[in-house]
């Protein structure tokens, strides 16, 4: 049964939160394993840190041969890259 929600601001508060909680977090992104787990009755967290606002975790960049994804960056915004789009041709 989920008793607490955070939704961070940066990746230290994420990071504080979680050092806090430890073992009782579960860090999410969207949701959308979350509700998987809640309609199978997996849900073994009680305390939710959302990161899906944090900046940090929301770029993409190239450096040299390798482009790097933040965990928070979106389908949308993968597809509408230049980055991405200039390394498939």
Partial sequence: M???????????EALNI???KKSRAKVIAGGTDLIVE????KLE???L???SDIEE????KEKGNTIKIGACTTFKDIMNSDIISCNLS
């Fill in 2 to 12: 989920i008793k607490e929600v955070y939704k961070a601001k940066n990746f230290d």
């Fill in 18 to 20: 979680l050092d806090i």
């Fill in 38 to 41: 809640m309609r199978n009755n």
């Fill in 45 to 47: 967290k009680e305390v």
């Fill in 49 to 51: 840190i959302d990161i």
């Fill in 57 to 60: 975790l929301k770029i993409i």
